[in-house]
T-cell receptor, first 116, second 116 residues
Framework: GAGVSQSPSNKVTEKGKDVELRCDPI?????LYWYRQSLGQGLEFLIY????????KSGLPSDRFSAERTGGSVSTLTIQRTQQEDSAVYLC??????????????FGPGTRLTVL | AQSVTQPDIHITVSEGASLELRCNYS??????LFWYVQSPGQGLQLLLK??????LVQGIKGFEAEFKRSQSSFNLRKPSVHWSDAAEYFC??????????????FGKGTKLSVKP
């Protein structure tokens, strides 16, 4: 079946511009996560959506970062006024079923963002 | 706060040799533990996971890991490495509480190179 998909696969932007990154989770998965993978920082949690609950935004590094999830499915991560330190691979993951449990996170291929 | 430490940034082994990748975690309760592998240009693939029960868990591609509570460790092992195992390996702990998995907290990764 289809896995988690992300678009675009690569994005090059100029400093100060806004970017939107998209994640399509596996159909039926109720939880969705965004992570950032950058050199020297490893994989960092950004934000977590579970069903219709308020998202856990505790990992967002600044108020320039925001995310939404429409209809409990597709999610968009928006970075406003991009900075060079935002350059990284942004990974999305989804999990099936109930949040209380031991669900494997299925990862998408990521979006590589380069800020010039 | 929860944390994961992978002490080895880069390991090189000969093809056919055994492998052990180290992982130590800091967590106040029974952890959910994972090992993921990331091949160049690829997304993260789950190798194995530990939630409860038998402390020796088997995964895909011939990998296994042992949970040792007394040492706060979850080391990954493989008896005979293949050239295709060259990749970056990430250990992770589920950051949830009250039974909820929550997001993953990753170690910085160990890059494995395999000599012919």
């Amino acid at each position: 079946g289809a896995g988690v998909s992300q678009s675009p696969s690569n994005k090059v932007t100029e400093k100060g511009k806004d970017v939107e990154l998209r994640c399509d989770p596996i159909s039926g998965h109720t939880a969705l996560y965004w992570y950032r993978q950058s050199l020297g920082q490893g994989l960092e949690f950004l934000i977590y959506f579970q069903g219709n609950s308020a998202p856990d935004k505790s990992g967002l590094p600044s108020d320039r970062f925001s995310a939404e999830r429409t209809g409990g499915s597709v999610s968009t991560l928006t970075i406003q006024r991009t900075q060079q330190e935002d350059s990284a691979v942004y990974l999305c993951a989804s999990t099936p079923g109930h949040p209380l449990g031991t669900n494997e996170q299925f990862f998408g291929p990521g979006t590589r963002l380069t800020v010039l | 706060a929860q944390s994961v430490t992978q002490p080895d940034i880069h390991i090189t082994v000969s093809e056919g040799a055994s492998l052990e990748l180290r992982c130590n975690y800091s967590y106040g309760a029974t952890p959910y533990l994972f090992w993921y592998v990331q091949s160049p240009g690829q997304g993260l693939q789950l190798l194995l996971k530990y939630f409860s029960g038998d402390t020796l868990v088997q995964g895909i591609k011939g990998f296994e890991a042992e949970f040792k509570r007394s040492q706060s460790s979850f080391n990954l092992r493989k008896p005979s490495v293949h050239w295709s195992d060259a990749a970056e390996y990430f250990c992770a702990v589920g950051a949830g509480y009250g039974g909820s998995q929550g997001n993953l907290i990753f170690g910085k990764g160990t890059k494995l190179s395999v000599k012919p």
